[in-house]
């Protein structure tokens, strides 16, 4: 399944993010508005529908998915370099591959502002 997959999903990269990315010499896969109803784990096996019902905020998002540790860190590094420190990095988990992009998108942004207002000062 998902599981020799290995590769970045990117979603509300420029083209010279997405450019920069793909010298990396790891495989990254585009998502697109059109895609955001469709589950993680489609756009991970190559499945493409296009759906233009949703909204999704304009956020940058890389997800990895299946990546081992060690390979990990570099490719954080790697993206960092290349969208800078703005932008939601996430794993793509075996419940994740199972939500929507859109649904996954929302809970990133909640996650995220979550801890922005519980960070300790």
Do not use: C
Request: no cysteine; charged share 30%; proline share 3%.
């Amino acid at each position: 399944m998902l599981d020799n997959n290995k590769m970045m999903l990117a979603y509300g990269l420029s083209s010279e993010e997405l450019e920069s990315l793909k010298m990396t010499n790891f495989q990254v896969k585009e998502i697109t508005t059109e895609m955001a109803s469709m589950k993680i784990g489609q756009i991970i096996e190559g499945l493409k529908f296009e759906i233009h019902d949703k909204k999704i905020p304009q956020e940058k998002v890389v997800l990895f998915n299946n990546f081992p540790d060690e390979e990990l860190d570099k490719a954080i590094k790697s993206v960092r370099a290349s969208i800078g420190r703005e932008g939601i990095l996430a794993v793509v988990t075996p419940t994740s591959a199972n939500w929507t992009f859109d649904y996954l998108i929302e809970h990133l942004i909640e996650e995220r502002e979550w801890f922005k207002q519980n960070r300790p000062r």
